[in-house]
């Protein structure tokens, strides 16, 4: 059975993005981009929020139509065509391409999809991290710190999100070029 991997990016300080939905201070560069891709690559489908969801089709359903696109933006946006996404939202209508509208974050419907779907499932999304968070749903953690200080913001870790228990293995650690730490962790057995 697949795992819930939450996969995000946050301040030294804890935010995922400042006032403003700003994700400006993001430190993407090919290194860090190059690994990510890997990484999703590897996901058997994506569970993400509407605001993420949103701002992902946006852009990358046609980011490798650009001739100067880097490689790193042009296989990704194949990646993201590609892979299967399942959108939480109460309000959305309509999506496009590999996308299946789901509205509510239930347990086992979380699990059905675990043992449906192979390979973990990558999870984004403030909102969405705190409903999985709050109903002990996530299974491992690859979080992206950027050595920034944003001072306000959405933080990844809302108090009412952490579940009673929140005892977790480190993994896997990586520093890249650019300074940003991409941290792994596992729930224990």
């Keep these: ?41 590897e996901l058997g489908a994506m569970l993400l929020g509407r605001t993420t969801h949103d701002l992902m089709a946006d852009f990358w359903p046609t980011a490798d139509a650009d001739p100067a696109a880097p490689a790193a933006v042009a296989d990704f946006a194949a990646i993201w065509r590609e892979k299967p996404k399942f959108v939480y939202s109460r309000t959305l209508e309509h999506v496009e391409g590999n996308t299946t509208i789901v509205r509510d974050v239930v347990p086992a419907e979380v699990n059905a999809l675990k043992e449906q779907i192979g390979g973990d499932l990558g999870l984004g999304g403030a909102e969405l991290a705190a409903a999985f968070l709050r109903q002990d749903l996530v299974d491992e953690l690859r979080v992206y710190v950027h050595p920034v200080l944003v001072g306000d913001g959405t933080p990844l870790f809302p108090r009412t999100a952490r579940p009673a228990t929140a005892a977790l293995h480190l993994t896997e650690s990586r520093t890249f070029g650019n300074g940003v730490v991409m941290l792994h962790y596992e729930r224990p057995e």
Excluded: A, Q
Excluded at 1 to 22: A, F, R
Excluded at 31 to 41: A, P, Q, S, T
């Design 1 to 41: 059975m697949g795992k819930i991997v939450l996969m995000m990016s946050m301040s030294l300080d804890g935010c995922i993005e400042g006032p403003g939905h700003d994700i400006s201070w993001h430190r993407v560069d090919d290194e860090v981009h190059r690994y990510v891709n890997d990484r999703v690559r």
